[in-house]
């Protein structure tokens, strides 16, 4: 997912602006597929197990997506490859942006957004290779300051594997 994409919806949820979500974070509303693997590697490769549970469930496991192991490393998950996102969904897990600071989760699943910025349940091993999760996320349907979208609440347990 490209960086714009990701600080947009992050600032739209943060925020509870209209227009959240895929559509607004994109032209074609789809990030498309992603790319396996993807810290500029050859032979890299990710596995996820993530089942996300409450107001959005939905089953991402497989060996489709994109770790970037870098100083901040990100763990990308597109609803192209795992249809229970939903079109244009997406999970994406983004290590400490400064040293000592927590992860932070943003999930896009159907119609609902949703951001955890504690980081309190994610895990990111020192090599950055392995993640564990097990994290609630708040969310909401989309909305407007004036009449914000319903509360959403899920929780994401599993792990994500990068080699």
Partial sequence: MPCTRRLL???CLAAGLAG???????PSG?????????NGTSGSSVTVDLVITGDRPAVVKGTKGRCVLIHSPSYEFSGADYPDLGT???VSIVGPMNPGGPPS???LIGDG???D???GGIHISPDQKTVTVDQDLNGSLP??????GAPLHDHVRGTITCS
């Fill in 88 to 90: 244009g969904g997406d």
């Fill in 30 to 38: 789809n990030a498309g597929p992603s790319r396996t693997g993807g």
């Fill in 105 to 107: 989760l943003k999930a």
């Fill in 143 to 148: 909305g407007t300051m004036e009449h914000p």
């Fill in 20 to 26: 959240c979500g895929p559509a607004a974070s994109s």
């Fill in 117 to 119: 910025t504690d980081g």
């Fill in 9 to 11: 919806a992050f600032a």
């Fill in 113 to 115: 957004g949703f951001l």
